[in-house]
Nanobody, 117 residues
Framework: QVQVAESGGGLVQAGGSLGLSCATS????????MGWYRQAPGKQRELVAT???????NYADSVKGRFTISRDNAKNSVYLEMNSLRPEDTAVYFC???????????WGQGTQVTVSS
């Protein structure tokens, strides 16, 4: 069973920065795409950013130019650097990891990010 664990959430003022980390473990097979999603209260979970094993990143329009996703393939880990944070970025941020050979996506429990105005 693959475990996915996020860390690094917290409270930050608008305009500030925060970094999230996500580590995976327990996979017998290679981790393929990894990503970050978020869910604000009363809203559906939405894409923030994804990244392939070769480092190709995809961002939601709302975070382009402010957030940067990166990964360390050797550690099966993914990171999210968040700058110029806004109150509307407040949400629980979830990490996911795709094991392509089994067509299974694994999710972490989420980490809270709160941006105060």
């Amino acid at each position: 069973q693959v475990q996915v664990a996020e860390s690094g959430g917290g409270l930050v003022q608008a305009g500030g920065s925060l970094g999230l980390s996500c580590a995976t473990s327990g996979s017998r097979f290679s981790i393929s795409d990894m990503g970050w999603y978020r869910q604000a209260p009363g809203k559906q979970r939405e894409l923030v950013a994804t990244i392939t094993t070769s480092g190709i990143a995809n961002y939601a329009d709302s975070v382009k130019g402010r957030f940067t996703i990166s990964r360390d393939n050797a550690k099966n880990s993914v990171y999210l650097e968040m700058n110029s944070l806004r109150p509307e970025d407040t949400a629980v941020y979830f990490c996911n990891a795709l094991v392509k050979i089994t067509r299974t996506t694994y999710w972490g429990q989420g980490t809270q990010v709160t941006v105060s105005s």
